[in-house]
């Protein structure tokens, strides 16, 4: 079991930054991928990021276009996503989740993959 412990969300206008923080305890953090999603109101949960334990990564690259940087830290059992340039289309609660690697063996991009979910975080850009 692993509990995850989102926080960084807030109010920014747009142009402006935010680095979300995510918090895992429970069992060795470098065996799971760590994702990030994201829903709108009124929308699907739809992903923004993931990284493996060793660092590889992947984006979303048509909502994320470069603006956006996942990265971990093994030893603090935290993974971070840096958001820069927001505009207020990227309203929405943020969420972590993590998928232990031997189940997955990949980065998924679907939420399915991922067993273990934060409660999320708001950010919200105002124009």
């Known amino acids: 079991q692993v509990q995850l412990v989102e926080s960084g969300g807030g109010l920014v206008q747009a142009g402006g930054s935010l680095r979300l923080s995510c918090a895992a305890s429970?069992?060795?953090?470098?065996?799971?991928?760590m994702g990030w999603f994201r829903q709108a109101p009124g929308k699907e949960r739809e992903f923004v990021a993931a990284i493996r334990g060793s660092g590889g990564s992947t984006y979303d690259e048509d909502s994320v276009k470069g603006r956006f940087t996942i990265s971990r830290d093994n030893a603090k059992n935290t993974v971070y996503l840096q958001m820069n340039s927001l505009q207020p289309e990227d309203t929405a609660v943020y969420f972590c989740?993590?998928?232990?690697?031997?189940?997955?063996?990949?980065?998924?991009?679907?939420?399915?993959?991922?067993?273990?979910w934060g409660q999320g975080t708001q950010v919200t850009v105002s124009s």
């Open positions: 429970g069992r060795t953090f470098s065996n799971y991928v």
């Open positions: 989740a993590a998928a232990l690697w031997v189940w997955v063996r990949s980065i998924p991009r679907e939420s399915a993959a991922y067993a273990f």
